[in-house]
C-alpha cells in the first residue's frame, strides 16, 4: 500500500498570502496523484489531478506540481473561501489512498 | 447537472447488514468508473471500493474485502453498496463519486450517507 504523508498537519495563513501544502507518497506513483478541498459537512471537491492539471471550474490561484514521490499544491494568493481541509490522493496502484489531510486555518 | 444522491445510511448493530444506494442523474454510469469513499467522524478519507465502467471489474479495501459488495444497476442508473458482517469500526459517511473519465480521479460526489455501527 502506498501511503501518503501531509504536511503540515495544519497551516495557519492570511487572506492573499501563498500557501503551500506537501504531500510524499512512500512509493514513486509517477504523476498519478490528485488533491482535493473538503470544508465542514461538504462532501470533498476534485482541485487537481495527474499532479498538475487543474479540474474543471478550478480557479488559477490552484496550482500542483511535483513527479515520483514529491508533490506540492500552492495556493498563490488565499481568498476567505480557501480556508479548509486539502487531502492528496493517490491511483498508482490499488489501493488507492488520500494523505490524512492538511487544515489551512485563517491566522 | 451531474448529481449523486446516496441513501440508505441508518445504525447499525454489529454483525448487521446494510445496503446503501446512489442514484445517479446528468450522466450514465455504465460510462464511468464508480466508487465507495468514507470519512468516520472526525477523520479522513478512506477509499472503501471501485466499480470499472469497462468489463465491471471491483476492488475492494482490505478492511472491508469479504464483507462489502459493490455493484450497479443500469437500468436503474443506480451504485449499491452491500455491507454485511458490520463493525464499529465502518461506522462513517459514505460517498459514492465519480471517477474523472479514464482516471480512479473523483470529479464529483454525492452528499454521504451516514453509517452508524453500534451496540
Known amino acids: 500500500e502506498i501511503v501518503l504523508t501531509q504536511s503540515p498537519a495544519t497551516l495557519s495563513l492570511s487572506p492573499g498570502e501563498r500557501a503551500t501544502l506537501s504531500c510524499r507518497a512512500s512509493?514513486?506513483?509517477?504523476?498519478?496523484l490528485g488533491w482535493y478541498q473538503q470544508k465542514p459537512g461538504q462532501a470533498p471537491r476534485l482541485l487537481i489531478y495527474d499532479a498538475s492539471k487543474r479540474a474543471t471550474g478550478i480557479p488559477a490561484r490552484f496550482s500542483g506540481s511535483g513527479s515520483g514521490t514529491d508533490f506540492t499544491l500552492t495556493i498563490s494568493s488565499l481568498e476567505p473561501e480557501d480556508f479548509a481541509l486539502y487531502y492528496c490522493?493517490?491511483?498508482?496502484?490499488?489501493?488507492?489512498?488520500f494523505g490524512q489531510g492538511t487544515r489551512l486555518e485563517i491566522k | 447537472e451531474v448529481q449523486m444522491l446516496e441513501s440508505g445510511g441508518d445504525l447499525m448493530q454489529p454483525g448487521g447488514s446494510l445496503r446503501l444506494s446512489c442514484a445517479a442523474s446528468?450522466?450514465?454510469?455504465?460510462?464511468?468508473?464508480m466508487t465507495w469513499v468514507r470519512q468516520a467522524p472526525g477523520k479522513g478519507l478512506e477509499w472503501v471500493s471501485s466499480?470499472?465502467?469497462?468489463?465491471?471489474?471491483?476492488f475492494y479495501a482490505d478492511s472491508v474485502n469479504g464483507r462489502f459488495t459493490v455493484y450497479r444497476d443500469f437500468s436503474q442508473n443506480m451504485l449499491f453498496l452491500q455491507m454485511n458482517s458490520l463493525r464499529a469500526e465502518d461506522t462513517a459517511v459514505y460517498y459514492c463519486?465519480?471517477?474523472?473519465?479514464?482516471?480512479?480521479?473523483?470529479?464529483?460526489w454525492g452528499q454521504g450517507t451516514l453509517v452508524t455501527v453500534s451496540s
Open positions: 490522493q493517490q491511483r498508482r496502484n490499488w489501493p488507492i489512498t
Open positions: 512509493q514513486s506513483v509517477v504523476s498519478y
Open positions: 446528468g450522466f450514465s454510469i455504465d460510462n464511468c468508473d
Open positions: 466499480l470499472r465502467d469497462s468489463g465491471g471489474d471491483t
Open positions: 463519486a465519480r471517477g474523472l473519465p479514464g482516471t480512479f480521479y473523483f470529479d464529483s
